[in-house]
């Protein structure tokens, strides 16, 4: 639906979908049986990476102004994704270059942003070195250390492991301490260029084996002295941290695009099996427990998908927003669809299993692939504690249902974005989260287009329940205190259920934005009827209530990006 | 959030301490007797990726603007103070 290519039909997510389904053929590089062997193999997929770079995809890591793409972060969403749905592996070992880079973006100089836009788009393989030996969420735990040399450059001490392409890339974005001491403003970020480093100064880690992503480069890096000059300090030297956590804002909300290929895929490849699986005299398709199955799955897939893009929309249109939005969507978004893949792995039986059948095993491959999304770039966990540090400001503002109007307008509109003012991200967010608190006011204008029978009467029912439950999640938030490293394990119940309101009120309001298109409708009330699911311990949608969907995967591909 | 908030007075730096102290107890489950404002809040639990309720929870009361960062330069209660009461008075 609203998310993919069909936004961009002559952007780069069309053309990369078109490149990449030529590169699918019997041999080629996006062929499942190539993925299974350099899985089995563990060997980087340089063919498929290849096939990206001869299409530009760089351009999707580079802001507009700069040289990149301009549709933004939700032209980078549906052009990752693309790649995810036929090969998650591919997309984590190309889409590192983005995370790499976004701190230039959001913080670097004029000279500092063109030289690495120039960079990037010549091809250049940038990676993100926060994680240590030993210290991976604790980020203030680290011990490489950047000490100050005579020149005014930097000394590099210390290891990054494991990270993604740490051998490969040819640059890579490391959180230093900038001060023996550390703490908040003990840190700073640096951009270290490989090739400029005097030889002997660093050495890569070697490759971790992995459980999924099995042929990415996930190794690491250990710096023995190594100088760099005084430019390669993105902001200042204490302004690490800060600067971190302000570009996690944007590269969770794009990892999301992994899960959503992800999610396709597993879609894709169940709905093919049912409708040959020939049984009891007739198709595993015509059962209705593979239909409800298939359906809810289907309707799972346009909660993430409406979830995501407007993550992506709100990065540049409710800016300073994103400390929560970012939070919401990379814990909540992986997990919807984890949720679907397990169900359909169920229908699979064995072939969700096989490593050799049904599409080369190409199932059992992403559903390895698609585990690591929950981890790296801060784990679900993680997300939820930074969502819990903001319940009271998030209760509060949820109470007097007070939202940035025009932001949100702007955000569920289907017009092209502004420009992404990355100076306007915030370590947290003072209007919390327009998308959620919305919602109470979406029910009563969805509950006028249904009077008007513009849209099912079933669409505002939805709406009112999700408001309610968002009621209770938000005094649940209220009477929660954010206690940092002694927050209650319950506070991260109620994160997951604020996720998933958000979810449902994305949906609420993408809908309420197009009232007209009925595939996207049908779509969307699905997915509210699953936030509703999902919310509700026990609910179960009405029998009938995913049927529509099964309509739309009939032309599996089409449907779901369009 | 302005109706609640401009009607709150200038505190002294001692009022606006044992505020302060009081959401931190709230915030970390400890009576506020055991705050130290010269004690950094990372003793008390609050790690600087997760204080910035706090800061919230300061615009709110007082009716001011206040960059997140405040919490890392200022990592202890009586820094703090001090940095607000020039940001309360202005406001
Ligand atoms: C395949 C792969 C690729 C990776 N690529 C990169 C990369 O490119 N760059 C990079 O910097 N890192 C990378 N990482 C590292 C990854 O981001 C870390 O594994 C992650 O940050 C978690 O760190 P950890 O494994 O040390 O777990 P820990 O930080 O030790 O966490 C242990 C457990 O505690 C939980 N936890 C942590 N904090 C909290 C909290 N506040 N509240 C509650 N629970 C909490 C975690 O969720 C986890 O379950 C990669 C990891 C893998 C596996």
Redesign the pocket.
């Known amino acids: 639906m609203s998310g993919g290519a069909a936004r961009w039909p002559t952007g780069l997510p069309g053309v990369l979908d078109d490149a990449i389904e030529a590169a699918a053929a019997p041999g080629g590089p996006f062929h499942p049986a190539t993925g299974a062997r350099l899985d089995a193999r563990e060997e980087f997929p340089a063919d498929a990476c290849a096939v990206l770079d001869e299409h530009a995809m760089a351009r999707a890591y580079v802001p507009a102004e700069l040289g990149g793409v301009p549709g933004g972060l939700p032209e980078l969403v549906a052009a990752l994704r693309t790649v995810a749905r036929r090969d998650v592996t591919v997309a ?1 070992a190309h889409g ?1 270059t983005f ?1 790499g880079s976004v701190p230039t973006w959001v913080a670097g100089t004029d000279g500092q942003r063109r030289a690495l836009a120039r960079r990037v788009l010549d091809g250049a393989v940038v ?5 240590e030996p ?5 980020l203030l735990a680290g011990r490489l250390t950047a000490e100050p040399t005579a020149d005014g450059g930097r000394r590099l001490d210390g290891a ?1 492991w ?5 051998t490969r890339g040819d640059l890579i974005s490391v959180l230093a301490r900038t001060a023996p001491e550390g703490g908040p403003r003990g840190f700073g970020l640096l951009l270290v260029d490989k090739a400029t480093l005097p030889p002997g100064s660093w050495s890569p880690l070697p490759k ?1 084996p ?1 459980h ?2 099995r042929g ?1 480069d ?1 190794s690491g890096i250990r710096f023995t002295g190594a100088e760099v000059p005084a430019d390669a300090l993105t902001g200042g030297p204490g302004d690490g941290l800060d600067v971190v956590l302000r570009s996690l804002q944007l590269t969770r909300t794009v990892c999301t695009s992994l899960s959503l290929g992800a999610g396709e895929h597993a879609l894709r490849l169940a709905h093919a099996f049912a409708a040959g699986r020939a049984m009891y005299g007739t198709a595993l398709l015509r059962l209705p427990l593979a239909r409800r199955v298939l359906g809810r799955a289907a309707a799972s897939l346009a909660l993430a998908d409406a979830a995501s893009l407007l993550a992506a929309r709100a990065a540049h249109c409710l800016t300073g927003e994103m400390s929560v939005v970012s939070a919401v969507v990379k814990a909540g978004v992986p997990e919807i669809v984890q949720l679907a893949v397990d169900d359909l792995a169920e229908l699979l039986g064995a072939r969700g299993f096989l490593t050799e059948h049904h599409e080369h095993g190409a199932f059992q491959k992403l559903e390895r692939d698609h585990r ?1 999304v929950a ?8 997300n ?2 930074s969502l819990i540090n903001q319940f009271p400001a998030l209760a509060r503002l949820h109470r007097t249902g007070t939202h940035d109007t025009e932001g949100l307008a702007a955000a569920v509109a289907a017009g092209p974005v502004p420009p992404l003012d990355f100076g306007a991200l915030r370590l947290f967010s003072r209007t919390g989260c327009s998308v959620v608190q919305a919602l109470p006011d979406a029910v009563g204008r969805l509950a006028a287009l249904a009077a008007a029978g513009d849209v099912p009467p079933r669409v505002p029912e939805l709406a009112r329940a999700l408001a309610t439950e968002a009621t209770a999640v938000a005094d649940a938030m209220a009477a929660a205190r954010p206690a940092g ?1 002694d ?1 209650p394990p319950g506070d ?1 119940g109620t994160a997951r259920r604020y996720e998933r309101c958000f979810a449902g009120a994305a949906a609420a309001l993408l809908l309420l934005a197009d009232p007209g298109d009925q595939v996207r409708v049908t779509s969307l009330t699905a997915a509210l009827e699953r936030a509703l699911e999902l919310l509700r311990p026990g609910h179960e949608a009405p029998e009938e209530a995913y049927e529509p969907m099964l309509e739309t995967l009939a032309e599996p591909a089409k449907e779901l990006i369009a | 959030m302005s109706e609640l908030t401009t009607q709150t007075p200038q505190p002294t730096a001692a009022e606006l301490v044992d505020w302060l102290r009081g959401r931190v107890a709230a915030q970390t489950g400890r009576p506020a007797a055991e705050i130290d404002a010269d004690v950094p809040l990372n003793d008390y639990g609050l ?1 600087s990726v ?1 204080v910035f309720g706090l800061c919230a929870e300061i615009e709110d009361q007082y009716g001011i603007e206040v960059e997140p960062t405040v919490m890392w330069d200022n990592t202890s209660l009586a820094p703090l103070a001090d940095a607000l009461l020039g940001l309360i008075a202005a406001r």
């Open positions: 984590v590192k995370l990676s993100w070195g926060l994680t030993g210290h991976g969420s604790d990054k494991p990270i993604n392409n740490a971790e992995t999924g992503i990415a996930i690591i981890v790296f770039d801060g784990s679900t966990a993680v939820r504690a490293r927050t991260f | 790690d997760y």
